[in-house]
């Protein structure tokens, strides 16, 4: 069946209705990658075989990510006519249980972590027997998140296009398509302020604008999915859990430019983002979503998926078109912009698929409203992944505007363990690190840029007093460098260059003199390099140096590591007066370097240690000490 | 046609003009090592890089900016000069044996390097990765013999699998443009060899004089120019004389 007409999407909706609030319970796990790599898979099928067994009638229905990755497998279970209860750390035995449960017409507490009332039911909101727990939106890791581009990850099944639709989607490509030329399309969007979510935050609307006007015999649409960012995931989640809304951003956005071909550029690392977007083109095409006369309007547009090969350089949008167009994925210089030139030659866009993903909402719900959103210049919300030390992990969604402070201590909870946060890296390899006495900033553009680092795609690594900061800069200049394509200088000798010197730091074999070169090269490349990974390259480094000029300063001069962190700089002992003699460290340490009798205190033999850290992490006592 | 405006002093160029090329119109030169007139604006080498002081500050490579009305520059500026300084510091740690880098570095004021030296291994390096040999071979000749294999510092250029390569016409054109002299060709015998792609190309023999003058694989010029049919097969020398014997012919009565 082809959908054609309103009439046709309305059907199509209520398909998907019935399947959303199913009269069947309905149980939702999380199956993105974060998901599966937390044992998803087997929850998944124990609690089908359950039902099978029990002969229990339900939906079993495998979603992308709801947000909270650290709590995965994360179930959730719809009762008819009530609201969800999400189901935390699910594992396959819990999973029996839960069927056991539901056969009984219970619903039980184990691992029930909070409940998401659902709307209008006359019911009350939290289950029976479940009253005490808080609904999800009041988790102080959800207060104070807004969901639009990730509205409906880990909601809908992200292989079934009726329950998109059911959720409100298609409806923005309607309203484009039968009430809106492409100009007056591209000016909602210009309106709403909303800016590339790939990092550098170039107008979307202007953009769009610029590829429209310049001359060319056909234009393109491209899909930006190249995520490359060490402890970022952002953009193969929205792949995962809705695909739908990134081909309906791109729909519109051809529509808009005047494109009839668009192109998802993803990397091959992600094999389930890749085959949930393959298999949402398929199903969009075969329902005419995709394809000639979409929706009835005459207007024609089709998608293709093409696999990067893992360069990170590719995520610089002169390489990856010229990796599309079979070369080598080095950059080119610009002007002239893609927006003018772009692939094979002609106008193109570029862009992130969390920018795309964001185009329904803001055509479904108006300029107006997203422009309200956020603060002034900074429209709309942006999808971080907060990782590292930090209580609460996972994927966050929150207006432009929220202070850092907010988002580490408000949605992250703080400290990992309870320890002091010292900094956060933001935007990946190509950030910097902001120091917690910078916390009362807002997380907007031209804040992070000024406090030395970028907004970037979304990365964010929470740091404490155990992160050695020179051993931070030199992890991501490393990566860097092996990312560097190695076409222009100061790029690709430039960071083996400051490789070479933090190498020498974190060593103890630098001299002062050393700061000032390290300083003056990163400078350089970040003044000469040709494209924006060369030009950000040195961030890491420029940042830490601003702010932890002390730590620098240790290594050098005092051969020292504050962190306790650079293996060459520190010595662990065992404090004789702590250690149990229970033995954990000595069958942990892959050297031998410790000795000691049962019940009586170990030792660490220093001429034999790798200081590989191993003992420290695993003493119950906290004996293992690290002298910086 | 635009104005630009270098040191102080204006020079006006045809649109569309190299930076590099307006800079050389005041007569003022540029290291560069990754430009070639022939080939299209490339980047990679930043020797060239100048100070653009308006319509907006950016320090910029000139062999890669097309000029504009109203541009001004300072070619000596302290980032300028800093920019192309370091570039040649760098180079000179990446080729420590190459003269042309070193007296690029001295014309520059840069008479040492403060970078580490490449592994023993690499200390004959004389390649600093322009590209123009891969460029002029895919671009000019049409045979992409050779592309650059692996990334970052770990970039080097060669045929595939560093194998004989089968597409290579062993015209030697990469061992003409580059700047550094880090591609050596010779003539042995029935065979010209291009050390660095590791591969030999059989040459043509003179039926004329017997001697071998030109690279097998180049015959497919033949079809491009049939004037040339009754002298194609001989060497230069031959067909000289060839050609001077038959005008001769042709015009006796000016020979008389």
Redesign the interface.
């Known amino acids: 069946m082809k959908i054609r007409t309103h009439a046709d999407l309305e059907g199509l909706r209520a398909e998907g209705d019935a399947l959303l609030h199913s009269a069947r319970p309905r149980i939702c796990v999380g199956m993105a990658t974060c998901g599966m790599a937390a044992g998803a898979g087997a929850v998944f099928k124990a609690i089908g075989e359950a039902a099978t067994a029990s002969g229990l009638d339900v939906m079993l229905v495998s979603t992308g990510c709801i947000g909270c990755c650290q709590q995965e497998p994360v179930v959730d279970v719809r009762m008819p006519g009530q609201g969800r209860v999400v189901y935390a750390r699910m594992t396959p035995e819990a999973g029996e249980r839960l069927i056991a449960a539901l056969s009984a017409g219970e619903l039980p507490a184990e691992h029930a972590m909070a409940v998401i009332p659902e709307p209008g039911s006359a019911l009350p909101e939290k289950p029976q027997g479940l009253s005490h727990l808080p609904r999800m939106e009041d988790l102080p890791f959800y207060k104070k998140q807004q969901k639009i581009i990730l509205r409906n990850s880990g909601r809908i099944d992200p292989r079934r296009v009726e329950e998109y639709a059911a959720a409100e989607g298609y409806t923005a490509l309607e309203r484009v398509l039968l009430h809106l030329s492409p100009q007056e399309t591209i000016d909602e969007i210009t309106r709403s302020g909303l800016r590339g979510r790939g990092g550098a935050g170039f107008p979307t609307g202007k953009k769009w604008d610029l590829c429209s006007r310049a001359p060319g015999t056909a234009r393109y649409i491209i899909c930006n999915a190249d995520e490359g960012d060490p402890g970022a995931y952002m953009d193969r989640t929205v792949l995962e859990s809705d695909p739908y809304a990134v081909i309906e951003g791109m729909t519109i956005a051809g529509y808009a430019i005047g494109a009839s071909e668009g192109y998802v550029y993803v990397r091959n690392e992600y094999p389930l983002a890749i085959e949930r977007i393959h298999h949402a083109i398929e199903q969009a095409g075969e329902l005419g979503l995709l394809g000639d006369n979409i929706l009835g309007s005459g207007f024609t547009f089709s998608i293709d998926v093409v696999r990067g090969a893992g360069a990170f350089v590719c995520g610089e949008e002169t390489a990856l078109i010229t990796s599309m167009e079979g070369g080598l994925s080095e950059p080119r210089p610009r002007p002239p912009y893609p927006a003018v030139k772009g692939l094979w030659g002609q106008p193109t866009v570029i862009n992130n698929v969390k920018t795309l993903a964001s185009i329904p909402a803001i055509v479904a719900k108006g300029a107006d409203w997203y422009a309200g959103i956020g603060t002034e210049g900074n429209a709309g919300t942006v999808v971080f992944s907060l990782v590292g030390k930090v209580a609460n992990t996972g994927l966050v969604e929150a207006p432009l505007g929220l202070t850092l402070d907010e988002m580490i201590h408000g949605i992250g909870g703080g400290g990992l363990d309870g320890r002091q946060v010292k900094a956060v890296q933001t935007g990946g390899p190509s950030g910097g690190c902001i120091p917690a006495s910078l916390f009362h900033l807002p997380i907007d553009y031209a804040s992070l840029s000024h406090a030395g680092s970028i907004m970037g795609s979304g990365g964010m690594v929470v740091m404490d007093e155990e992160t050695c900061m020179v051993d931070v800069a030199l992890y991501f200049l490393r990566f860097t460098m092996a990312e560097s394509c190695g076409k222009c200088t100061p790029c690709r000798e430039g960071t083996r260059q400051m490789v070479e010197i933090l190498t020498r730091i974190v060593e103890g074999k630098a001299d002062p003199g050393d700061l000032d070169l390290l300083e003056e090269v990163a400078l350089w490349v970040k003044g000469a390099s040709l494209c924006g990974l060369g030009q950000t390259a040195p961030n890491p480094v420029l940042s830490t140096f601003r702010y932890f000029r002390d730590e620098y300063d240790a290594h050098v001069n005092e051969r020292r590591c504050p962190a306790g962190v650079c293996r060459a700089l520190v010595r662990f002992a065992i404090a004789p007066g702590r250690c149990t003699g229970c033995g954990l460290c000595l069958r942990e340490c892959s050297v031998g370097a410790i000795t000691g009798e049962k019940k009586q205190p170990h030792r660490i033999d220093e001429a034999l240690c790798a200081r590989c850290r191993a003992c420290y992490d695993i003493c119950p006592e906290g004996a293992v000490e690290i002298a910086r | 046609m635009p104005t630009v405006t270098i040191n102080g002093t204006s020079v006006t160029v045809p649109q569309g003009t190299l930076l590099l090329k307006a800079v050389e119109e005041a007569g003022i030169t540029l290291p560069t090592l990754c430009h070639h007139d022939a080939l299209s604006?490339?980047?990679?080498?930043?020797?060239c890089?100048v100070l653009i002081t308006a319509p907006r500050r950016a320090?910029v490579?000139s062999c890669?900016?097309p000029v504009e009305e109203d541009l001004a520059v300072e070619t000596h500026s302290a980032?300028a000069v800093?920019?192309r300084r370091?570039?040649l510091e760098?180079?000179m740690?990446?080729c420590p044996r190459s003269h042309v880098i070193r007296n690029l570095a001295e014309r520059e004021g840069v008479t040492t390097t403060?970078?580490?030296m490449p592994p023993s291994e690499r200390a004959d390096e004389l390649c600093?990765?322009c590209?123009l040999c891969v460029r002029v071979c895919r671009d000019l000749i049409g045979a992409a013999a050779i592309?650059?294999v692996?990334?970052?510092?770990?970039?080097r250029v060669g045929a595939p699998f560093a194998l004989q390569s089968d597409a290579c016409i062993g015209c030697g054109a990469c061992a003409e443009v580059c700047p550094t002299g880090a591609i050596r060709m010779e003539d042995r015998g029935d065979q010209r060899i291009l050390h660095a792609w590791n591969t030999r190309i059989p040459l043509a023999r003179c039926p004329g004089c017997g001697r071998f003058f030109t690279p097998a694989p180049t015959r497919f010029l033949k079809d491009m120019f049939p004037e040339m049919e009754a002298i194609w097969d001989v060497c230069p020398a031959c067909r000289q004389e060839r050609t001077a014997r038959q005008w001769a012919t042709e015009h006796p009565l000016i020979i008389q």
């Not at chain 2, 604006?41 to 020797?47: E, I, K, M, S, W």
């Not at chain 2, 692996?150 to 970039?155: I, Y």
């Open positions: 604006p490339y980047g990679a080498c930043r020797l890089m320090l490579a890669a900016y980032e800093q920019a370091l570039a760098a180079l740690a990446r403060r970078f580490g600093m990765l590209g592309s650059f692996g990334r970052g510092s770990e970039r």
